[in-house]
């Protein structure tokens, strides 16, 4: 077992939607392993959700199971020119309960201020609504 932490830049914003690719085949190469993505959620003028959207769906569609997210978003921004209105990590084979996470997840928020809000759930058993750019039931 280990464990693959990967940080893309974004700046090219293809790697959204190509990194559920690559996840794929390394999955493939090493079922066992736990990878951690981590992701920024931006708006932008196409749409509220930004390129953290596609990623998910492309993780959803992957046939990967066992993804748990975790996000941490603001209420309001820090200024208006400020576009990550929150973070994401996406977390292939977790080596803990989703509680042990969600603790963790909503400590951060209480310490963050600006209205932050947290919340962790299993990608597997949630949909995303490409209007709002969010991930729901």
Request: contains cysteine; negative net charge.
């Amino acid at each position: 077992r280990g464990l693959a932490v990967i940080d893309p830049s974004y700046e090219i914003k293809t790697e959204y939607a190509e990194l559920s690719n690559h996840l794929r085949n390394a999955w493939k190469k090493w079922p066992q392993g736990c990878f951690m993505i981590w992701y920024p959620m931006l708006h932008t003028e196409n749409t509220a959700g930004g390129g953290h959207v596609k990623l998910l769906t492309g993780l959803r569609a992957s046939g990967i199971k066992d993804v748990m997210v975790s996000e941490l978003r603001l209420k309001e921004a820090p200024s208006e020119t400020f576009r990550m209105y929150g973070t994401g990590i996406a977390i292939i084979n977790p080596p803990f309960p989703p509680e042990a996470l969600d603790e963790l997840t909503q400590y951060i928020a209480s310490k963050m201020g600006l209205g932050a809000e947290g919340d962790v759930f299993w990608l597997d058993n949630m949909q995303i609504n490409p209007e709002t750019g969010m991930v729901g039931s």
